[in-house]
């Protein structure tokens, strides 16, 4: 059903949508989504570094000291 619509089609829609909303209000939303869209990158790369840091921890060194490295 999607792919019938073409280059006029979205055209039309988003002029519709444009009178409808406004621009200030299309701007505003955009804004939000651009935000979102951050956040969620970051949450992204929180949730990686956690996981690389708890496997950092894992693979620690955990060899007991000999008596020769004590001294």
Do not use: Q, Y
């Not at 996981?51 to 000291?65: F, H, L, Q, R, Y």
């Amino acid at each position: 059903m999607l792919n019938n619509i073409g280059l006029p089609g979205l055209l039309l829609i988003a002029v519709v949508v444009l009178v409808l909303f406004g621009r200030g209000k299309i701007s505003s939303l955009m804004g939000e989504v651009g935000k979102g869209i951050t956040a969620f990158k970051k949450g992204v790369d929180d949730g990686k570094k956690e996981i690389e840091d708890e496997a950092a921890e894992v693979a620690k060194d955990v060899t007991p000291e000999t008596d020769n490295e004590k001294a």
